[in-house]
């Protein structure tokens, strides 16, 4: 009998293992269901950043923009202009300038879900210079209360453990929310796994289709002599090989096909399922987009009509995307750095430098100095300026 082996797997005596006895039977009914890429951070990147542009593209778009984001540091008395902190942020280390490392971290975050700053620290004061290191090589190590007491750094079989037990830990993790994880984040990615899949697929099934001459398959129907519709094994493995070399991909598009007396071409035209296939694969693009917090009207995809214009969806991604990570980053950072230099300093973004937002920053500007109720102290607060430096 074809199901013996499950009676037999069921008398199998196992005291250290324990399975489902429907187990076998599952794995035997799901031969055919759909395969899903792995859901690891290194698998994850490379099929939705270095594998698929909507990925790609949307990754660079958030981090080359927060990137950019000029910061500047203050506290409640004054907005310094030139001061260690701000001179360590824009030559974090010797390889990189501060674009170059936070659009590192950045791009981290939205692919991993987890950012790791390292400082290299002197004798005392500010650290040397700041890392960003690869989240896929950096394992939490909880302590006995749950919370972690170091980080472990794994690369080429060698391991790097980083004491974060201290009053200065040199570790700054910043991650995403994730409600059933303690210690790493969710990442953007994870999210949109399932669209990439769906968007790759649709991509090699484009590609298959321009490999055979941009147009379905067809059949070559056999008309014998004898009126048998059955070819002698030589003669099939002859025409398959024709076939193949000289019909077959975008170089031999167009070329007319030579048949044989009792061959017959069928072409097959597209089914329904084939005309929605580019439809399938924009709205994959759009979910995608839809996971990073990116307009797809910014992304060039086509059939989007969320906003009414091209400023209008930049402002929103500007507003409800790149805004709220960066001020989330900068204020672990300030809050991380402050620790080393003991001052009540804040890293934030200089709203008034974002050319997407001058228009709601410019009436913001107006309605604020019209409010004369106000005095320049709470003028200053709400533009989020020092309160310290007003005039009454």
């Given amino acids: 009998m074809v199901f013996d082996f499950l009676r037999r797997g069921a008398k199998a005596e196992a005291p250290e293992a324990k399975a489902s006895a429907a187990g076998p039977v599952v794995t035997w009914h799901s031969a055919g269901r759909v395969a899903w890429s792995a859901r690891d951070t290194a698998s994850l990147t490379r099929t939705g950043f270095a594998g698929n542009p909507v990925g790609f593209r949307s990754v660079k778009l958030i981090a080359e923009a927060a990137s950019a984001l000029p910061l500047v540091l203050q506290d409640a008395e004054q907005r310094y202009e030139t001061h260690p902190l701000l001179s360590l942020i824009r030559r974090p280390n010797a390889a990189q300038g501060k674009a170059d490392l936070f659009e590192a971290l950045f791009a981290q975050l939205l692919l991993a879900g987890n950012a790791y700053v390292e400082a290299v620290q002197g004798e005392g004061g500010l650290p040397l210079e700041l890392h960003v290191l690869r989240s896929d090589r950096v394992s939490v190590v909880p302590g006995p209360d749950g919370w972690p ?68 398959s067809g059949a070559l129907v056999w008309n014998g002599s004898d009126g048998q519709g059955v070819m002698a094994e030589d003669q099939f493995r002859r025409l398959s090989d024709e076939i193949e070399a000289n019909y077959q991909g975008a170089r031999n598009a167009g070329r007319p096909m030579v048949l044989e007396g009792g061959l017959d071409w069928k072409p097959m035209g597209f089914s329904p399922s084939d005309m929605e296939f580019q439809k399938t694969k924009e709205a994959a693009a759009r979910e995608i987009a839809l996971a990073f917090g990116v307009p797809p009207m910014l992304l060039g995809i086509q059939g989007d009509a969320t906003y009414s214009n091209y400023q209008e969806a930049n402002r929103a991604f500007y507003r409800l995307t790149v805004l709220p990570l960066v001020m989330r980053v900068a204020a672990a950072l300030s809050d991380w750095l402050s620790g080393f230099s003991g001052e009540a300093v804040e890293l934030k973004p200089d709203l008034d430098q974002v050319p997407a937002l001058a228009t709601e920053r410019d009436a913001q500007w107006a309605r604020v100095n019209n409010a004369d109720f106000l005095s320049g102290a709470e003028k200053r607060a709400l533009l989020g300026l020092p309160v310290g430096e007003a005039d009454g």
Avoid: T
């Fill in 149 to 216: 007491v170091a980080y472990e750094y794994a690369v080429g079989g060698r391991k790097h453990r980083f004491d974060v037990s201290g009053l200065n830990p040199a570790i700054c993790h910043i991650k995403s929310f994730h409600p059933q994880d303690d210690h790493y984040g969710f990442a953007p990615m994870q999210a949109a796994a399932m669209a990439v899949d769906v968007h790759n697929a649709a991509s090699r099934w484009s590609k298959s289709l321009l490999d055979n001459a941009a147009r379905p």
